[in-house]
Every structure is written in structure tokens, then in C-alpha cells.
């Protein structure tokens, strides 16, 4: 079993930069694929970025590319995304994701049901 606690939201003014960390328990992470999801109020989640368990591959949301940046240290089994440029369309409810076998594709990196374990949400929220 793994457990994901996610950490590092909060309030941001539009333009502003925070990291988000995605902090593993009960298993190494070493070998999975993790993933960024985030939902706002009365919409659907939506994907935001994966990372291969190598830290090779990685993608990205249309909305959120070239201002996000996902990374992993696997000797500290965790997960960050670095949200840059914030705009209030990125309020939302942020949540880590991993999934337990190392095939990828940008199809897979982006549905959620191809995760296994997901963390509770951390908040971030960028007024307008």
C-alpha cells in the first residue's frame, strides 16, 4: 500500500510561483509513474503532469505546459510540480497520483483511472 500526502498549496497573487511536493509512504516510489491531477470547483479533474519512474519522460496538460515543471527525487521518494506564472484558472484542488507499473504513453500519463493511489488534495488558489 502506498500513501501520498501532498503539500505546498496555498494563495498565490496571478503571476506568482509555488512548488508543490508529493511525499510517498509504505513503498519506494522508485518505480512508478506519477502524476499531477487538479479539480476545480463544479469541474471535471483534469490532468496536469506525469513523470516516467526514471524522470525521463515526462507530460503536460495544454494548459498548463512551459509554466509547469514536474520532477522527482526517487532517494527522497517524492514528487514535485513547480506551477509558475499562476493564473486564477489554476485555483483548484491539487492531487498527486502514482501508478504501479512502469509502461507509459501520453494517453496513460493523462487518465486518471490509469492510477492506482491517490493522495487527499492540497489547495491552491489564485484570485483575480
Known amino acids: 500500500q502506498v500513501q501520498l500526502v501532498e503539500s505546498g498549496g496555498g494563495l498565490v497573487q496571478a503571476g506568482g510561483s509555488l512548488r508543490l511536493s508529493c511525499a510517498a509512504s509504505?513503498?519506494?516510489?522508485?518505480?512508478?509513474?506519477m502524476g499531477w491531477f487538479r479539480q476545480a470547483p463544479g469541474k471535471e479533474r483534469e490532468f496536469v503532469a506525469a513523470?516516467?519512474?526514471?524522470?525521463?519522460?515526462?507530460y503536460y496538460g495544454d494548459s498548463v505546459k512551459d509554466r509547469f515543471t514536474i520532477s522527482r527525487d526517487n532517494a527522497e521518494n517524492t514528487v514535485y510540480l513547480q506551477m509558475n506564472s499562476l493564473k486564477p484558472e489554476d485555483t483548484a484542488v491539487y492531487y498527486c497520483?502514482?501508478?504501479?507499473?512502469?509502461?507509459?504513453?501520453?494517453?496513460?500519463?493523462?487518465?486518471?483511472?490509469?492510477?492506482?493511489?491517490w493522495g487527499q488534495g492540497t489547495l491552491v488558489t489564485v484570485p483575480s
Open positions: 513523470i516516467s519512474w526514471s524522470g525521463r519522460k515526462t
Open positions: 509504505g513503498r519506494t516510489l522508485s518505480t512508478y509513474v
Open positions: 497520483a502514482a501508478r504501479n507499473r512502469e509502461t507509459m504513453s501520453a494517453a496513460i500519463a493523462g487518465n486518471g483511472y490509469e492510477y492506482d493511489y
